[in-house]
């Protein structure tokens, strides 16, 4: 029971890294990157191959599986993105969903269709007993990094003056342009695809490798996070993730006939009822 | 001030009369269509992937292009009308006209259930509960094995059209027949509805729903009533698709078909009703030619048409289109569909 739980909250803070950064994407810009799912597979495939080809050890390769990612989407918001901000959400979804279309038959073609795996070092494929509770290393990992990202990212955001400026931003955009704040976008940007470059990696032994269709496979998961959680907000795609997570994995073990209809169930649910998101501030305007 | 408003109203009428006239490049294009038809009966089976295909690209655009809602669910309604289909059929009704008039009801009702949730939040919020329906309706497919077949699908065979006519693999050409005329009949009365009173309230929504709504239009109960006739229209593409390749499985509802409809409208312009058509012709030729040259990286193209489209300019391109020679009755619409 408690190991059920403590896999929900290790996949749930998983789905919060990888969705941040659309999150904030969705928030700040109001874009919609249905191609945030591309970021996470770079990430995946970075940490794949650098261990895999390279020998690298699996820590040393997750500063690069964010940094790529996050250098390929300064280079794509420099070039693409930057021309679609303030244009429909009908042309940034096909945009967005364009480049999915793209990076997944340019996965295949260099890589092949077969999924990339990571294999974990042995210090963290065991499990450990803890007060009867049987917790796998691996996860416990992936709770402790990505409770670091969590807290450092709000640290970032309430703490300094970017990260108020990002907050004014994405609360009123009108108000905080009319102010004179100027939020460097391609920086919320960079660090938004690196952070999903680096949960793509972190993901990869989760979810049995990495393969070109991944973008298309956890875009939807993606998406309900952000719904879910409301899309102005860490601590909101925090909880939203850490919910979604619980539930799937407790749903999937407990009631498997009924599997994936939890999630998608939640998420209309809460979009009937709080279209805004279940943790977002005010009434969502 | 008085003789003003009337002269107005007058030329509106008269424009709106002019509008609903059928033009002979309408005419030719239906009567190439069915010329195409006999005389490729080698190529009966592309051009029957088409006429669905179009009818279904229609149905997308009777939101997205007419009243400026964005969907990412179409494909729940194409499931559904082609699984009703297909299971009516496998209980031995298999007559076609009966499937696909059951498949038509079945997602109208589903569309009619659906649609409220289309009124709240802006377009993320739409495009997300479309998304999350047609993915619970997959999720139901796949779980009830028992009445959908499962992963394996169904195989079942059709009766004749109007007890005349074999379909299916030893009468292609009149699948392609059959579902001709389906498409031209729904297509003619999409043609009436978006020039109807109902259709100009819908483009007014699609403009400015909150005008729409001062100006006393019960936007509300319009866009559930265009979802519904929509969702109709999909699932008869649906019945059409499951009727004449006598099988269906579990990818109709995949998101790849939610985003391939919306891709095919693009292609063909949306808001004017023949870009489904146009655009269906153009995608399944496309990805006809492209999957010859390079079969497993087609989509590489398609994409890439996907980012060029949007970054030159939808709307940009449709006015050249426009200037360099209206084909057909209606313009594309100007500004944004969405």
């Known amino acids: 029971m408690l190991t059920i739980l403590f896999d929900g909250v290790a996949y749930g803070m998983l789905l919060f890294v990888l969705a941040s950064g659309l999150s904030v994407t969705l928030g700040l810009m109001n874009f919609i990157n249905l191609a945030h799912g591309a970021f996470a597979m770079v990430g995946g495939y970075v940490t794949a191959l650098m261990m895999n080809r390279a020998g690298v050890p699996f820590l040393a390769t997750l500063p690069a599986a964010f940094l790529i990612p996050a250098l390929l989407g300064v280079v794509l918001e420099r070039t693409l993105y930057r021309r679609l901000y303030g244009a429909s959400p009908l042309d940034q979804v096909l945009f967005t969903i364009g480049l999915v279309l793209m990076a997944m038959p340019v996965a295949d073609f260099f890589l092949g269709d077969e999924a990339q795996q990571v294999n974990l070092p042995a210090w963290l494929s065991g499990s450990v007993t803890f007060h009867g509770v049987g917790i796998s290393l691996y996860r416990l990992f992936i709770v402790v990094v990505c409770g670091l990202i969590a807290v450092a990212l709000q640290l970032f955001l309430v703490k300094t003056r970017f990260g108020a400026q990002l907050r004014a931003a994405v609360d009123d955009a009108r108000v905080a342009d009319g102010l004179g704040i100027n939020v460097d976008r391609i920086f919320a940007f960079a660090v938004g695809s690196g952070l999903a470059g680096l949960g793509g990696a972190l993901a990869a032994d989760v979810v049995g490798g990495i393969d070109p269709s991944f973008p298309v496979k956890f875009l939807v998961t993606f998406l309900i996070v952000v719904t879910i959680g409301g899309s102005n907000g860490i601590l909101g795609a925090l909880f939203g993730a850490l919910l979604l997570g619980v539930l799937d994995v407790a749903g999937k073990y407990y009631v498997p006939s009924i599997g994936a209809f939890i999630i998608y169930g939640v998420m209309v649910v809460t979009l009937i009822l709080r279209p805004q998101g279940l943790f977002a501030r005010g009434d969502g305007r | ?338």
């Open chain 2, 1 to 338: 001030m008085k003789a003003q408003k009337s002269a107005t109203i007058q030329r509106l009428e008269a424009h709106l009369h002019r509008r609903a006239r059928w033009r002979v490049p309408e005419i030719v294009f239906w009567v190439a269509v069915l010329a195409a038809i006999v005389a490729l009966p080698s190529r009966a089976a592309l051009i029957n992937e088409i006429l669905v295909s179009g009818l279904f690209a229609l149905s997308l655009d009777l939101i997205l292009g007419l009243t400026g809602i964005v969907s990412l669910g179409q494909a729940a309604f194409l499931g559904l009308g082609a699984y009703a289909a297909a299971i009516l059929a496998s209980a031995g009704y298999a007559d076609p006209t009966l499937g696909f008039a059951v498949g038509a009801a079945v997602a109208a009702i589903v569309g009619l259930a659906t649609a409220p949730l289309l009124l709240r939040g802006g377009d993320l919020t739409r495009l997300m509960v479309t998304l999350g329906v047609s993915l619970l309706l997959g999720e139901l497919a796949n779980r009830n094995g028992w009445l959908t077949g499962g992963a394996d699908g169904l195989n079942f065979s059709m009766g004749k059209v109007l007890g005349l006519f074999p379909i299916g693999f030893t009468g292609q050409r009149n699948a392609a027949l059959y579902s001709y005329v389906v498409l031209f009949v729904l297509f003619a009365v999409a043609r009436r509805l978006a020039q109807s009173p109902f259709g100009l309230a819908l483009a007014a929504i699609r403009e400015n729903r909150l005008r729409a709504d001062a100006l006393g239009i019960a936007t509300g109960r319009r866009i559930v009533a265009i979802y519904m006739v929509s969702a109709a229209y999909a699932g008869v593409a649906g019945a059409l698709l499951a009727q004449t390749t006598q099988i269906v499985s579990l990818d109709l509802f995949d998101f790849h078909r939610s985003a391939d409809v919306m891709l095919t409208l693009i292609i063909g312009g949306a808001g004017y009703l023949y870009g489904g058509l146009i655009g269906a012709a153009a995608f399944v030729v496309l990805r006809d030619v492209i999957s010859a040259a390079t079969p497993e990286y087609w989509e590489f193209w398609i994409g890439a048409l996907l980012v060029a489209l949007v970054l030159i300019g939808r709307v940009r391109i449709w006015d050249f289109a426009g200037r360099a020679g209206s084909v057909l009755s209606f313009k594309p619409v100007r500004g944004d569909a969405a």
